[in-house]
C-alpha cells in the first residue's frame, strides 16, 4: 500500500505539468488583456501597451510559460497583477474558507444522504420512501442560487436564527491563526466566537451541501437495495441477525464503496465550483477568488488558483482510494 | 455496529485531520510575512477591546458589491478603492458634501497667479499623518513626484505601479510633452508651489480628486511597495485590517485636526456581492448602509419605516455611440433617424425605475458649461421615418448594435436597453443584430473601431466637463476613448482653448458651444443620466452620498 501511495504521489507530477499547460494555453486564448482591464474604460492605447511590457506580457508564450514553470518549481506561485501581492502569501485564506465551507457541507450532505438512502432501502416503497426520493429528486434539481436566496428571506430576515452573509461578525472579528474559524476559536478557546463561526457555516452549507446529500441518497438506496439482495445477507438473516445489525454491520459496508466514490467526487467539485454559493452568501472562498482573477484576466492567478484546486482533487480521490482498502479489506494494491 | 460507527468517525477524523494539517502549513507560510503578522496582532487587540466595551462604541458597518482593488489611491482608478481610501487619506482640496465645488482640505487657501502657471497652496498647519509623522510642503511633494515621475524612488515602476489617473488628468508623465506640472516647489514647510508648463483650466478641480491623496513618506519608506494594503494618511479614520473579499476595518482618528471628528469609532467597509443578500442583510441589521439597490427594490424602502433612501445625483450618462467613420453611419441623416426613433422614456421608466433623467447632452445638468438650450432628437416615429428615407434607406437596413456584457450605475441592464433599441428600430425598418462580447475584448474592439453601433458611458471624477467632453469626443483621443471616431476641427479647437483657459466662465461658453455642434453632428444620443440609489438603517444620521460615489463619513453619525 506504501508503494502504491507513493507511486500514486509519483504520477501527481505529470497530472500537475498537464495542468499547468492546459489552464496556460487556455488563459492566454481568452480575448481581453490584463492591462485593459486593469486600466479601465479611459485608457490610452500607449498606457496599454507599456503596462503589458512592464507585466511581460508581451513576452513569447513559451518565454512566459518557462518562466511561471520555473518560478513554481521554486515553489512561486507567482505574483497577481490586480493586488500586486505573492499568490502564496494571498490564496491561504480563500482556500480555508473553502475548506471550511466543503467539510461542513460534505458532513451535511453525507449524514443526511446516507442515512436517508438506507433507510429508504430498509423501508423500501414506504411512505418514507417515497418522500426521501421526491425530496432528493427536489435537492438534485434545485437551483442553488434559489435555494440560498430562500433560506436568507426565511431564516435569516424573517426568523433571525442565522447570519446570511459572511463567515465571521465583521463588528466583533475573530483573530486568524490558520483561518478556519472553527479551528481558531477552538485553539483560543472562545466559545462565542465558535458558535458565531458555527452559525454562519450553517446557511451556506445547507446550501452547498443539498445536491451532493441528493445525489448521495440516491446513490446509497440504489446500492443498499442490490447489497441486500445478496446471498450473504440471506444467511446473516438466516443466523437470526435483526435487521437493524444486518444493514448498519452487514449490508452498509459493501454499499459504502460506490457511495465513497461519489462522495470523493462531490467534495472535489465542491472545493472548486462553490462559485455560486459563495458570492449569494459573500463567502470569501477559492470560487470567488478565481472568478474574479477571469474577469480581471489576472492571469497568474487563474493559473496558480486551478493549479491548487488540481492539486486538492487529485489529493482528496487519492486519500478516497485508500480508504476504499479500509472499508473492504478485499481489495489490495 | 461498533466497529462501523468507529470507522465512520475515523473517516471523518481523517478529513479533520486533512484540514489540520493544510492549516498548519498556511500558518507555516504565513508567518514570514512580519508586516502582517503585526496587523493581525493589532486587529486583535482593537478586536477584543471594542467586545469589551462595545457600549458605547459606534460601528458602522457600509456593505458594497465588490472589494477594493488597491488602497493606494494614486495607482488605480477603481470607485470601490475611493470610497475606503477617502476616509483614511485626504487631498489638498476638497469638495463640497453634495457638489463638485471646492472647499479647503489639506490646504486651507491657495491662489492662481494671472497667467495661471503658478498654484500655490497654503496648508493646514499642525496635521499628523497617523504614522505620527508631520504634514508639511514636503510631504506633498513627494506624494505628486511620486506621482509624476516613474523613476522615483517611491513610484515602484518595477512592481507594476502605473499612476494613470495622474497621466489622464496632467497630460503625462515627467517628461512627456504634453505633462502640464513643471515642477513642485516647497517654499516653506507649510507653503508649497506648482509651477506649471501650460495654464490647466481645472488644475484645482484635480487637486480634489480621490486619486491625488497625500500619503505619509514615512509609510512609504516602511511599507515600500506593500503601500497598497497599508494606507497610512491624514485622514478622519485609521487604517487598522484588510481581509480580502470579506471587510476592512477602520478606527476613528484620536488626533483628527478638524475638531469633534468623526463620530464614529469604527467603520467597516464589507464585501456582499449579491445586491438581494445585501439587502436582506441591511433589514436583518447586520449592515448599516448599503450601496447598489436595485432600482427595482428603491420603492419598498422608500415605504419601510426602518431604512432610508438615498439617490445620488446625477454624474454620469449612458449612451449609444456610432462608429462615424464607415459605412452606413457615416451618413448624418441615418445617424439623426435613429436618434429620433430611440424611446428613451421608455428605457427609464422600464429600466431605471424612474430613477434618472432623459438626458440630451454628454454631460451632467449640473456642470460647468451645461447647455441647456440644445433640443435634443424627441422621441417621434414618423419624423424618425421620413429622416431616414431622406437617408436614402427606404427599404431599411441591417445594423450591428454591441451591447455591453456588464451592468454599470449610468446602464443597469445593458441587454434589456439593448433590445428595447432593438425594437425601437425595427418600427422604422431598421434590423439590429445584438452584438455581445466579454468586457475587457468589448473596451479593446470597440476602441479599435470594429463595431457600427454600440453602448458605454462615462461616470464623473473631478466634476469637469472637460473629462467628458474631451475624452469622448476629442479627435486626438479615436482609438482610445472616443469610440465614435468622431473629429471635428471646431470642436477640437474649442476643447483645446477651454483646457488652458482659467477664466470659468470663458470656459462654460466654450463647452456649451461644443455642444451645440456635437449635437448637430450626433456622433452618439445620450440615453440616460442615472441616479444610482442606496439604503441605510434609519438610525444613520448625516449621510450625503457624494456625486463621485466616495463621500467622506467623517460627519455620519448612529443614534
Request: glycine share 8%.
Amino acid at each position: 500500500m506504501l508503494s502504491y501511495t507513493i507511486r500514486r504521489l509519483l504520477m501527481l507530477i505529470p497530472v500537475l505539468l498537464g495542468m499547468t499547460l492546459i489552464t496556460f494555453s487556455i488563459v492566454h486564448l481568452i480575448p481581453g488583456s490584463p492591462a485593459q482591464t486593469i486600466l479601465g474604460q479611459n485608457a490610452t492605447e500607449a498606457a496599454i501597451k507599456s503596462l503589458e511590457e512592464s507585466m511581460g506580457l508581451n513576452e513569447s508564450y513559451f518565454k512566459q510559460y518557462f518562466l511561471y514553470i520555473k518560478g513554481l518549481l521554486q515553489g512561486d506561485l507567482g505574483t497577481s497583477l490586480k493586488s500586486k501581492a505573492p499568490i502564496v502569501k494571498e490564496i491561504w485564506p480563500y482556500i480555508a474558507g473553502t475548506f471550511e465551507l466543503t467539510f461542513f457541507a460534505m458532513v451535511f450532505a453525507v449524514f443526511v444522504g446516507v442515512n436517508a438512502g438506507i433507510i429508504s432501502a430498509w423501508k423500501q416503497n414506504s411512505w418514507f420512501d417515497f418522500l426521501a426520493m421526491f425530496v432528493a429528486l427536489i435537492g438534485v434539481s434545485i437551483p442553488v442560487f434559489w435555494l440560498a436566496l430562500m433560506e436568507q428571506w426565511i431564516f435569516a430576515q424573517e426568523l433571525g436564527w442565522f447570519p446570511a452573509h459572511g463567515r465571521q461578525n465583521n463588528r466583533d472579528p475573530i483573530e486568524a491563526i490558520t483561518y478556519f474559524y472553527v479551528i481558531d476559536t477552538f485553539i483560543k478557546m472562545d466559545f462565542t466566537q465558535m458558535v458565531t463561526a458555527l452559525k454562519h457555516l450553517v446557511l451556506p452549507s445547507i446550501a452547498l451541501g443539498t445536491i451532493p446529500m441528493a445525489i448521495i441518497a440516491r446513490m446509497t438506496r440504489s446500492t443498499m437495495l442490490e447489497v441486500m439482495q445478496s446471498d450473504y445477507i440471506r444467511t446473516v438473516r438466516a443466523k437470526g441477525s435483526g435487521q437493524f445489525l444486518i444493514i448498519y454491520k452487514h449490508a452498509l459496508k459493501n454499499a459504502m464503496i460506490p457511495v465513497l466514490t461519489v462522495i470523493g467526487l462531490q467534495t472535489g467539485v465542491l472545493l472548486g465550483g462553490a462559485i455560486l454559493t459563495e458570492t449569494i452568501f459573500s463567502w470569501p472562498g477559492i470560487g470567488r477568488y478565481i472568478f474574479d482573477a477571469i474577469n480581471y484576466r489576472d492571469y497568474p492567478v487563474i493559473q496558480s488558483g486551478i493549479l491548487v484546486i488540481a492539486f486538492i482533487f487529485v489529493m482528496i480521490n487519492l486519500i478516497v482510494d485508500l480508504l476504499y482498502t479500509y472499508i473492504d479489506p478485499r481489495i489490495k494494491y | 455496529m461498533r466497529s462501523k460507527r468507529s470507522k465512520w468517525s475515523l473517516l471523518l477524523m481523517l478529513m479533520f485531520l486533512l484540514m489540520l494539517v493544510l492549516s498548519a502549513c498556511g500558518g507555516g507560510e504565513d508567518e514570514p510575512s512580519e508586516a502582517e503578522g503585526d496587523a493581525d496582532t493589532t486587529e486583535t487587540d482593537d478586536g477584543s477591546d471594542a467586545t469589551e466595551d462595545s457600549g458605547g462604541e459606534k460601528t458602522l458597518v457600509f456593505a458594497r458589491g465588490g472589494d477594493s482593488e488597491s488602497l493606494d489611491p494614486g495607482s488605480t482608478s477603481d470607485g470601490e478603492s475611493s470610497r475606503v481610501t477617502r476616509q483614511v487619506l485626504e487631498t489638498l482640496i476638497d469638495f463640497a458634501p453634495d457638489s463638485f465645488e471646492l472647499e479647503p482640505g489639506l490646504a486651507k487657501e491657495w491662489e492662481v497667479s494671472d497667467d495661471g502657471l503658478k498654484y500655490t497652496f497654503y496648508l493646514q498647519e499642525g496635521v499628523k499623518f497617523h504614522d505620527g509623522t508631520d504634514f508639511n510642503a514636503e510631504a506633498v511633494k513627494i506624494n505628486f513626484d511620486r506621482f509624476a515621475d516613474p523613476e522615483h524612488e517611491y513610484a515602484f515602476a518595477d512592481h507594476d505601479y502605473v499612476y494613470f489617473m495622474y497621466s489622464a488628468m496632467f497630460g503625462g508623465h515627467k517628461g512627456d510633452e504634453g505633462h502640464v506640472v513643471d515642477e513642485v516647489v516647497v517654499v516653506d514647510d507649510h507653503t508649497v508651489e506648482f509651477n506649471l508648463n501650460t495654464p490647466l483650466g481645472f488644475f484645482l478641480q484635480n487637486m480634489g480628486m480621490t486619486y491625488f491623496a497625500i500619503t505619509s513618506p514615512a509609510a512609504l519608506e516602511e511599507y515600500g511597495p506593500e503601500i497598497n494594503e497599508n494606507p497610512v494618511g491624514t485622514g478622519p479614520f485609521k487604517f487598522i485590517s484588510w481581509t480580502k473579499d470579506d471587510s476592512i476595518i477602520l478606527e476613528k482618528n484620536e488626533d483628527y485636526w478638524k475638531e469633534g471628528l468623526p463620530k464614529l469609532d469604527r467603520l467597516i467597509f464589507e464585501v456582499i456581492p449579491d445586491n438581494a443578500a445585501r439587502l436582506i442583510a441591511l433589514r436583518s441589521g447586520d449592515i448599516d448602509i448599503m450601496d447598489g439597490l436595485n432600482p427595482d427594490d428603491a420603492a419598498g424602502v422608500e415605504t419601510d419605516e426602518d431604512l432610508t433612501l438615498y439617490a445620488r445625483d446625477e454624474n454620469n450618462f449612458g449612451y449609444v455611440g456610432f462608429n462615424v467613420q464607415n459605412e452606413p453611419l457615416d451618413n448624418e441623416l441615418l445617424r439623426q433617424a435613429i436618434s429620433h426613433a430611440i424611446d428613451r422614456e421608455a428605457i427609464v421608466d422600464a429600466l431605471y425605475a424612474g430613477y434618472g433623467t432623459v438626458a440630451k447632452n454628454p454631460l451632467p445638468p449640473s456642470y460647468l458649461g451645461y447647455n441647456d438650450d440644445v433640443e435634443g432628437y424627441q422621441y417621434d416615429v414618423e419624423k424618425a421615418k421620413e429622416v431616414l428615407a431622406e437617408a436614402g434607406y427606404e427599404d431599411g437596413l441591417e445594423i450591428d448594435l454591441w451591447t455591453m456584457p456588464v451592468a454599470r450605475p449610468y446602464m443597469p441592464d445593458p441587454e434589456k436597453t439593448a433590445e428595447i433599441i432593438q425594437n425601437n428600430l425595427a418600427e422604422i425598418g431598421i434590423t439590429v443584430n445584438i452584438v455581445r462580447e466579454e468586457w475587457a475584448p468589448y473596451l479593446e474592439k470597440t476602441a479599435a473601431g470594429e463595431h457600427q453601433i454600440y453602448m458605454l458611458g462615462w461616470s464623473g471624477t473631478n466634476g469637469d466637463p472637460d473629462y467628458f467632453l474631451s475624452s469622448l469626443l476629442h479627435g486626438d483621443l479615436i482609438g482610445d476613448s472616443n469610440r465614435e471616431f468622431y473629429q471635428s476641427d471646431k470642436v477640437d479647437q474649442l476643447l483645446n482653448e477651454a483646457k488652458v483657459e482659467i477664466d470659468q466662465e470663458k470656459r462654460a461658453d466654450m463647452y456649451k458651444e461644443a455642444q451645440a455642434i456635437i449635437a448637430e453632428d450626433v456622433p452618439m444620443v445620450p440615453l440616460v443620466h442615472s441616479t444610482p440609489v442606496m439604503a441605510s438603517s434609519s438610525t444613520v444620521k448625516n449621510y450625503v452620498p457624494h456625486l463621485s460615489t466616495s463621500e467622506s463619513l467623517e460627519e455620519v453619525d448612529l443614534e
